[in-house]
């Protein structure tokens, strides 16, 4: 959980702010000293920004001391403050601070500086509190136990798979989703309600006017309309592409649009069909990224994590690329041709053509020149390396 007001920071952010590799923070155990703001068996690690800023000052502070004696004293780490032992002042002096900091970077709340000064110290506590930030597991434990969903219902509102579906994230941190605790709260008392069509819910964008209290979080129609209108235009494109699409577009979360993606894409189609495309796409995932999850696998499909299981594990028992169903007949007067992705071996040649002509091209520039994202770029690296390496010899 990440308290009202802090930031938090995974290991990626921290050493590349230390101008470090992840490695190297790791093997020096530059953390060691800190404990982690994620709950214990959280999928990433995150730790306060703050604290972690000490200790980035503290590594390069004494990297600078080893070249001009005396090294300087570390600073000490500030322990995080304590919410039950803030007074009403302090209260509300830390939230005003708080709505400071989330307005400079386009961010508004449903209460602004002077309402804080008409609240009671219990009504300042119960504002503060609605604004830690929560993973998905401790969103879910946020709810009450006599509505409290189980971990495979909960999986199933966020990946859309059920009528109703979770808000928007209200931040993504280190690529994991967190909701304010009265988002949650909201959630539960209203859109739980609800039954009836997808949920589609869209996150405050920079610059976008104040959701009043109470107001419907989910994408309005208009918003609708376009994302399906988009998905509709570009029929032949991948899921993955229009979901950038949509997101570049329309300001949309990915989730919001991989929800939209996934009901206009299969809509018209057998269920057969989908299977087979689910299973393809299985196979594919793995040829790029043999250590994909099955949680990864359904975010990408906006399925749920236990069909992702059953998907890369029927993929996996398959010796030759499963057959493709013939795609549905796209109107011609938006039918949008894309060239077919280039098979594994021949990207692999790709790449090594290009780390031959120039040994120092990044892999960013790999995934820009190849459209694909930089993990798989860096997989595809090592493996031509390996073999310009073999050849070598």
Same mark, same amino acid.
């Given at each position: 959980?990440?308290?009202?007001?802090?930031?938090?920071?995974?290991?990626?952010?921290?050493?590349?702010?230390?101008?470090?590799?992840?490695?190297?923070?790791?093997?020096?155990?530059?953390?060691?000293?800190?404990? !982690?703001?994620?709950?214990?068996?959280?999928?990433?690690?995150?730790?306060?920004?703050?604290?972690?800023?000490?200790?980035?000052?503290?590594?390069?502070?004494?990297?600078?001391?080893?070249?001009?004696?005396?090294?300087?004293?570390?600073?000490?780490?500030?322990?995080?403050?304590?919410?039950?032992?803030?007074?009403?002042?302090?209260?509300?002096?830390?939230?005003?601070?708080?709505?400071?900091?989330?307005?400079?970077?386009?961010?508004?709340?449903?209460?602004?500086?002077?309402?804080?000064?008409?609240?009671?110290?219990?009504?300042?506590?119960?504002?503060?509190?609605?604004?830690?930030?929560?993973?998905?597991?401790?969103?879910?434990?946020?709810?009450? @136990?006599?509505?409290?969903?189980?971990?495979?219902?909960?999986?199933?509102?966020?990946?859309?798979?059920?009528?109703?579906?979770?808000?928007?994230?209200?931040?993504?941190?280190?690529?994991?989703?967190?909701?304010?605790?009265?988002?949650?709260?909201?959630?539960?008392?209203?859109?739980?309600?609800?039954?009836?069509?997808? #949920?589609?819910?869209?996150?405050?964008?920079?610059?976008? !006017?104040?959701?009043?209290?109470?107001?419907?979080?989910?994408?309005?129609?208009?918003?609708?309309?376009?994302?399906?209108?988009?998905?509709?235009?570009?029929?032949?494109?991948?899921?993955?592409?229009?979901?950038?699409?949509?997101?570049?577009?329309?300001?949309?979360?990915?989730?919001?649009?991989?929800?939209?993606?996934?009901?206009?894409?299969?809509?018209?189609?057998?269920?057969?069909?989908?299977?087979?495309?689910?299973?393809?796409?299985?196979?594919?995932?793995?040829?790029?990224?043999?250590?994909?999850?099955?949680?990864?696998?359904?975010?990408?499909?906006?399925?749920?994590?236990?069909?992702?299981?059953?998907?890369?594990?029927?993929?996996?028992?398959?010796?030759?690329?499963?057959?493709?169903?013939?795609?549905?007949?796209?109107?011609?007067? #938006?039918?949008?041709? #894309? !060239?077919?992705?280039?098979?594994?071996?021949?990207?692999?040649?790709?790449?090594?053509?290009?780390? #031959?002509?120039?040994?120092?091209?990044?892999?960013?520039?790999?995934?820009?020149?190849?459209?694909?994202?930089?993990?798989?770029?860096?997989?595809?690296?090592?493996?031509? @390396?390996?073999?310009?390496?073999?050849?070598?010899?």
């Amino acid at each position: 959980m990440i308290r009202a007001g802090r930031n938090a920071l995974d290991r990626d952010a921290i050493a590349q702010k230390a101008g470090l590799s992840v490695g190297t923070i790791r093997n020096k155990k530059l953390l060691a000293d800190l404990t !982690p703001v994620s709950r214990p068996d959280a999928r990433k690690e995150l730790f306060d920004a703050e604290q972690a800023q000490v200790v980035i000052d503290n590594y390069l502070a004494g990297k600078r001391g080893k070249r001009s004696e005396p090294a300087p004293a570390p600073k000490r780490i500030p322990s995080l403050p304590d919410y039950d032992d803030f007074n009403e002042d302090e209260l509300r002096g830390h939230l005003r601070a708080f709505l400071d900091a989330e307005q400079e970077i386009g961010f508004e709340h449903g209460f602004t500086a002077d309402d804080l000064e008409s609240m009671n110290e219990e009504q300042l506590r119960a504002t503060l509190d609605g604004l830690d930030l929560l993973d998905l597991e401790e969103a879910r434990l946020s709810i009450p @136990e006599d509505r409290r969903p189980t971990q495979n219902t909960m999986e199933a509102y966020y990946y859309g798979s059920k009528s109703t579906g979770l808000p928007d994230a209200d931040r993504t941190i280190g690529g994991i989703d967190h909701w304010y605790r009265s988002t949650m709260r909201r959630w539960n008392e209203q859109e739980r309600r609800r039954r009836g069509g997808p #949920t589609l819910v869209s996150r405050q964008v920079v610059g976008a !006017p104040a959701l009043e209290s109470g107001e419907d979080f989910r994408l309005s129609e208009e918003l609708r309309e376009q994302a399906v209108q988009l998905v509709r235009d570009n029929e032949t494109a991948s899921p993955e592409s229009l979901v950038k699409t949509i997101t570049a577009k329309l300001g949309l979360s990915e989730s919001a649009a991989w929800r939209c993606v996934h009901s206009v894409r299969f809509a018209t189609q057998r269920s057969e069909d989908v299977r087979a495309l689910r299973l393809a796409a299985a196979w594919q995932a793995l040829a790029e990224n043999p250590e994909i999850t099955g949680v990864e696998f359904a975010r990408q499909m906006g399925i749920g994590i236990t069909a992702g299981n059953r998907y890369l594990n029927d993929a996996s028992k398959l010796t030759t690329p499963p057959q493709m169903p013939a795609a549905p007949a796209a109107p011609e007067d #938006t039918a949008i041709a #894309t !060239p077919a992705e280039p098979a594994a071996d021949e990207r692999l040649e790709q790449v090594t053509r290009l780390i #031959t002509d120039n040994p120092q091209i990044s892999t960013a520039e790999l995934a820009k020149t190849l459209g694909v994202s930089a993990p798989t770029a860096r997989k595809y690296r090592k493996k031509a @390396e390996e073999a310009l390496g073999g050849s070598a010899n």
